[in-house]
C-alpha cells in the first residue's frame, strides 16, 4: 500500500488547505502546526492513542455471513475473507510475516476494522486510487489521527515522490517497495507489528516500519 499512501499523501497537499498547490515540505510544515492543536489531546495519552489504533486497524470478530452481506466485495476474490480457499493467514501468522511469498498479501485486509473495507474497495476493486486518497483523509480528521498522518509524511518526504501516479499497478507499487526496502529484512520479510506512536509525532523507526507494512499489504 506504500504507493496508495503516496497518493493520500499527495491529495492531501493537494486540498484546499494549500489552495491546491503541493509544496512538499513546507506544506507539511504548516500541517504540522495547524493540527498540533487539534490532536495533542489525543496523543498526549499513550493508552488511548493505542486503543484509537487497535479500533482503527483490526477486525475484532471473525469473518461471518453478516459481514459478507454488508461488504460483499470482501468475500470474494482477490480478498476472500470467509477463507473459502483456506488461504487467509490468521493474524497471528500476518505478525510472524506479512506477505505472500508472491509478493504483496491483499487478503491481509480481512483483517482490517470495518472502516477500511470500503476504502479496500476503492483501492483494490475499483482501483480509484484518488477515490481512496480522499476516504483515508476524511478517515484522518474523523479520528483525529492528522498529527500522525502528517508527520509520517513529512519524515519519509512523500510529497515530493513523482514516481506514483493515478495509474501505478500494484506490480509497479512492489518495484518501487523493492527498490527502496530490499532484502534481506526488507518489505518481502516484516511481520505485522505496528508501532506505537510516540507523542507528538512518529520516530524515524516508526516510519520505516509503517513504509514496509504499506509494501507488504499492497
Not at 492543536?37 to 489504533?53: C, D, E, I
Not at 484518488?130 to 478517515?139: E, K, N, P, T, V
Not at 506490480?171 to 520479510?189: H, I, K, V, Y
Amino acid at each position: 500500500m506504500l504507493a496508495l499512501e503516496l497518493l493520500a499523501v499527495l491529495q492531501l497537499c493537494r486540498s484546499n488547505d494549500c489552495d491546491g498547490n503541493c509544496a512538499g515540505t513546507a506544506f507539511l510544515q504548516q500541517h504540522h502546526q495547524l493540527m498540533l492543536q487539534r490532536s495533542l489531546n489525543v496523543s498526549q495519552n499513550v493508552s488511548q492513542a493505542s486503543g484509537l489504533l487497535d479500533r482503527i486497524l483490526f477486525l475484532t470478530e471473525p469473518w461471518d455471513e453478516a459481514q459478507c452481506a454488508r461488504a460483499p466485495w470482501m468475500c470474494a476474490a482477490p480478498f476472500d475473507c470467509l477463507n473459502t480457499t483456506g488461504q487467509v493467514e490468521t493474524l497471528q501468522e500476518l505478525k510472524q510475516h506479512l506477505a505472500k511469498p508472491s509478493g504483496v498479501n491483499l487478503q491481509s485486509w480481512c483483517h482490517a476494522n470495518p472502516t477500511q473495507w470500503q476504502p479496500g474497495f476503492e483501492c483494490i476493486i475499483k482501483q480509484d486510487l484518488q477515490g481512496y486518497a480522499a476516504l483515508m483523509r476524511q478517515s484522518s480528521i474523523e479520528y483525529h489521527y492528522e498529527i500522525y498522518d502528517a508527520s509520517y509524511c513529512f519524515m519519509s518526504g512523500h510529497c515530493e515522490n513523482d514516481q506514483v501516479t493515478l495509474n501505478t499497478t500494484v506490480q509497479e507499487a512492489e518495484q518501487l517497495c523493492d527498490e527502496r526496502f530490499p532484502e534481506p529484512q526488507g518489505w518481502r520479510s516484516v511481520g505485522l507489528q505496528f508501532p506505537m506512536p510516540s507523542p507528538p509525532f512518529w520516530t524515524m523507526a516508526d516510519v520505516k516500519q509503517i513504509e514496509l507494512l504499506a509494501c507488504a499489504t499492497d
